[in-house]
T-cell receptor
Framework: GENVEQHPSTLSVQEGDSAVIKCTYS??????FPWYKQELGKRPQLIIDIRSNVGEKKDQRIAVTLNKTAKHFSLHITETQPEDSAVYFC?????????????FGKGTKLSVKP | AAGVIQSPRHLIKEKRETATLKCYPIPRHDTVYWYQQGPGQDPQFLISFYEKMQSDKGSIPDRFSAQQFSDYHSELNMSSLELGDSALYFCASSLTGGPTNEKLFFGSGTQLSVL
């Protein structure tokens, strides 16, 4: 089955700096890669996602890149703000019809220092 | 916009008791997923249902069972509770065949504490 590895497990940056989180996946058939932000005790919130037929996607300060050959994808946050502090999870999914659940990475705790 | 609704928000049980968690998906969503998240852990997939039939099964213990009803809501039944079952349980839903069919939307979760 699918296995997702995520690095680093913790990341501390100064406000205004950029943050990069990297993930690798094992199943080359996976075709959907979302990123979730989770604050303590709250639901995972989808912040950006990318399909396997796209190499890069950007939404304001957040971008995701995908390298299908190397089976890795990354989250880039620019101009970080204290409210970006949270745990970020990458995930992979082999989506087809009604099948395919999300497999999560172990998470990255991002701390943005003012 | 309506979101995924879970109840109860918090639940406290004793060892060996049973618990039932409920999930109401986003209206018109036909697929429901259950995840278990321990403290400091990533969400672990338990089970999913599409059109009231089990579609995928993950690391769900035999003590747990789930179903999806005709109105698409789902219930996770947990018996013979153990201390290790204490976790945050999330339900998510998606719409097969829609423009965002690959996206899962999560509910606020049920915090289960087993004493």
């Amino acid at each position: 089955g699918e296995n997702v590895e995520q690095h680093p497990s913790t990341l501390s940056v100064q406000e205004g700096d950029s943050a990069v989180i990297k993930c690798t996946y094992s199943d080359s058939a996976s075709n959907y890669f979302p990123w979730y932000k989770q604050e303590l005790g709250k639901r995972p919130q989808l912040i950006i996602d990318i399909r396997s037929n796209v190499g890069e996607k950007k939404d304001q300060r957040i971008a995701v890149t995908l390298n299908k050959t190397a089976k890795h994808f990354s989250l880039h946050i620019t101009e970080t703000q204290p409210e970006d502090s949270a745990v970020y999870f990458c995930a992979a999914r082999l989506y087809g019809g009604s099948q395919g659940n999300l497999i999560f990475g172990k998470g990255t705790k991002l701390s943005v220092k003012p | 916009a309506a979101g995924v609704i879970q109840s109860p928000r918090h639940l406290i049980k004793e060892k060996r008791e049973t618990a039932t968690l409920k999930c109401y998906p986003i209206p018109r969503h036909d697929t429901v997923y259950w995840y278990q998240q321990g403290p400091g852990q990533d969400p672990q997939f338990l089970i999913s249902f599409y059109e009231k039939m089990q579609s995928d099964k993950g690391s769900i213990p035999d003590r747990f069972s789930a179903q999806q009803f005709s109105d698409y809501h789902s219930e996770l039944n947990m018996s013979s509770l153990e201390l290790g079952d204490s976790a945050l349980y999330f339900c998510a839903s998606s719409l097969t065949g829609g423009p965002t069919n690959e996206k899962l939307f999560f509910g606020s979760g049920t915090q289960l504490s087993v004493l």
